[in-house]
Each structure stands twice: as structure tokens, then as C-alpha cells.
């Protein structure tokens, strides 16, 4: 058995812990379900069992312990989390009141000198400093560095796990410890390479690990749990990590199924996940996917999908002048298996990159999607059209109070300045009121919804066109 097996688990009285490799669900909201499968020696009757290799982060009341194969039934009698691992503030508040030994320099020499911890400052609120009698003197914070005296063998070094069990009979047991940790969390990344010539695209997903858990995972058996899993929020500790590592690992398939109302990933590959480091694996890759470019106008929208909230605006003469030039370039692909993806795509960032004519990746935009299942069409904003402006104005505002009439008049006008032609949707919200009739439209219109409508304008290189309507609301 390995020394780290030994230290990790200790079952007081002879018998001891051994371990197999740990398996993972790591969920997106930066918590895990660990499970460990341990082999205890247990004798029949009462057994006080302790074990160490766990995370910082641990949640103490989230702690299952199991038997694995039924064959020897265990009660759980007692179970206690020890956190208090041992540190230099610890060990000056077990030494309080009592005269230890401090390594203090002097004409840049060390010195050996005794002094008394009058008060050790642990656990006594932020900014308390230990206080230190030395030489007939009081002090405040330390002299020096303290001197302890050597550790004893059931001194805690880290995190714990204690359990009194009673077992039905001795021997062996094979056992499940589960619990749920912070500090363990996935997100996906996608990286989409766009062609000039015309709208394929490559599509790489990618899952990056992050473990600032406070222990290294090794051979571990790694799922992913997409999608919104409720979770009580409660605040846990700040833990110091290691320095982040970035790697990027070679691809281990990943297979998908559904589970519950969520999505699981499984690796198919063994991951070895350390204390603060960041990993990354490629979890689907797609060649000539259809991602087309759409540019839309919606003048009177500062920014993309601005919501339009209901109100009263019947009277507002103020309402819908305001305007903006900005045409909103966007990419939308369905996700289909015909489109050669077809898979649930987890929430993440979407980066967009195309290639120039020197074939060099040029960046050219990024936005998140949230979780898309099979066949949903997924639409991002990359950015603005620097050569397709548009220009909204509205020609004319009356309103008929006795007769609960409003007429209402806009002009749009698109241009388009690029050598290539383009197709701009104009988009219209018309939430003066729920009942509302079109007029005098200069173009056939969409009515995508109760309050929005669509034009689609054809513009040639370096062609402007207007698009007039009229729109009346009634009440």
C-alpha cells in the first residue's frame, strides 16, 4: 500500500483504507460529486474510522457512506468533520498561556529567546494579533519565528473525515464515500473558423476544468452534468490555489445522454485534474456547417435583443423616435445532425475567427449561448456592419383620444456601401398598443410576434432603399 493510501485513510485500530480512483461530476455552477471507492478491514461491532483525502471544500452534511456490495451491513453511529487542520495560528492557541521557544535575529544572528503567548489571536476577529510576553515586555505581534515542540502521531495536517461505524460482521468491505465539494467546475468553450468565399464554418467545442478544490485528482472517472441543477448558495472559504497551469490535452471522446432533465458527458479517457490547474478537452468537432451571416436593423433598439417593456405608451408622443445607425451583424446555424452537429450544446462562449485571403485567422466577434438542444436554431450578435448603416425617422404622429386612435408614420432607410450585395431585416416593434393594423407598408412585412415585425430589404453593391409604413392602434 502507498504512503499516500496510508495518510489519506487510517481506521484507529488496526485496520486501514484502501483506495481506487476517484469518479467526478463536475456540474456548471463550480461543484462536484466526488466518489471514491474505499476497502475497509472492519471488525464486528463498534470501529472508529477516519480518512483524509478529501477536498478543501467539502460539504460536511452532503457526506454518504455506503456499503458497495451489500454483503456486510454498516451503521453510521457518529460522523464528524475536523477542519481545523494543524497551522501556526493553531498551534499558538493550544500554546496559550504557556512559554515556547522564538528564533529572533540580533546584530543579524539568530537568537533563541523564550517568551510567554499571552494571547494567541485565533479566532478573534480580523485584525486580532497575538500578543507576546518576552524579556520582561508586552508585545504585539510576533518576535520572531515560534518554535513548537515536535508534532505527535494523531496530530491533524489536514482536512478530516471521522466515523464510528458498527458493522455486522469482521472483514473486508468494499465502500462508496460520495459528497459534494466546491471548487471543482466546467464551463465549454466553441471556437468557429468562417470562410470569406461563403457561409461553411468549422466548429470545435472545447470543456475547460478548473479544480481549486485544495486535492489533486488522479486517474479520475470524469462526467459533466449540463444544465440549470438547482443549488442552495452558501458562502464557503477562500482557499489559496497553486499557480494555474493551462494544458491542453489530447481529445478523449466524449458520448452524451440524457439524464433527467439534464444532459450528461461522459470521457471516455481517464483525467488526472491537480490542485489549480485549468485544463482543456475537445468535446466535438464539426467541418462544413452552415452559419449564416445575417445583418439586422432594428433602429429603434440601442443594442441587441434590448428587451421592449409593456407599458402605457399610447400617449407618449416620444415614444419610438429614438433611433441608431448600427446594422448588427449575427451568425446562426441550426444544430442538427443534416447541419453535422446534432448534439445538446452546453452553455459557453462562442468565438468567431475567419480567414483572410492570405489564409491567416483574423478575430471577428464573440457572444455566449445558453444550453441548445438537438435541432434549436442558436443566433449571435459578432458585432456591427462597418459598411451597412441605417438611418429610422418617424414622418408623421397623430393620436384621437375620443375615438382611441393613434396613426403612426415611419421612414427607414438602409444602405448598403459594401462591393457585394447583402439582405438587411428591418425589424419593427409596434408596442404602442396589443391591437394595431398595417398601412401603406412599402414592402411585404413578417409578423414574427404579437408586437414585432420583419422586413427583408435586398440591397445590391452599394444600393439604399426605404422602407415606409403606417401603422394604426386601436383600444
Known sequence: MSVKTLVAAIA?????????SPSLTIYNGNFAVVRDQIELALNKGSNRVQYQDITQQLEPDSVVLRSRDGKVQIRILEQNYLANAVNESLLLHYFEGKTIDFEVFRDQKPVVIPGRIVRSGFNAGDGATPIIEMEGKTRFGLPG??????????????????????????????LELAYITGGLGWKADYNIVASEKNDKVRLNGWVTFTNSAGK???DATVKLMAGDVNKVQEPVPAYKARAMVMMAEAAPAVTEKDFDEFHLYTLQNKVNLLNGETKQVEFVSASDVTASKIYVYDGAAGHPFQPFYVRDYRHDPNYGTQSNSKVWVMREFRNSKDNQLGIPLPKGRVRFYQQDSDQQLE???????????????????????????????????????????????????????KKESVTVRVVEHLTRWQQWTLDKASMESTKKDASTIEFNVPLKANEEKVVSYTVHYSW
Open 12 to 20: 484507529l485500530g488496526g485496520s486501514v483504507m484502501a483506495q481506487a
Open 216 to 218: 489533486d485528482f488522479t
Open 145 to 174: 519565528t515560534p518554535l513548537f515542540p515536535a508534532l505527535k502521531d494523531d496530530t491533524l495536517l489536514k482536512p478530516t473525515l471521522q466515523w464510528q461505524l458498527d458493522a455486522s460482521q469482521s472483514g473486508k468491505t468494499p
Open 363 to 417: 478575430f471577428i466577434g464573440e457572444n455566449n449561448i445558453d444550453h441548445t438542444p438537438t435541432d434549436e436554431t442558436v443566433r449571435l450578435y459578432t458585432g456591427n456592419a462597418f459598411d451597412v448603416v441605417g438611418q429610422r425617422e418617424r414622418t408623421d404622429f397623430q393620436t384621437n383620444t375620443s375615438e382611441n386612435r393613434i396613426k403612426e408614420s415611419f421612414r427607414i432607410t438602409v444602405k448598403n456601401r
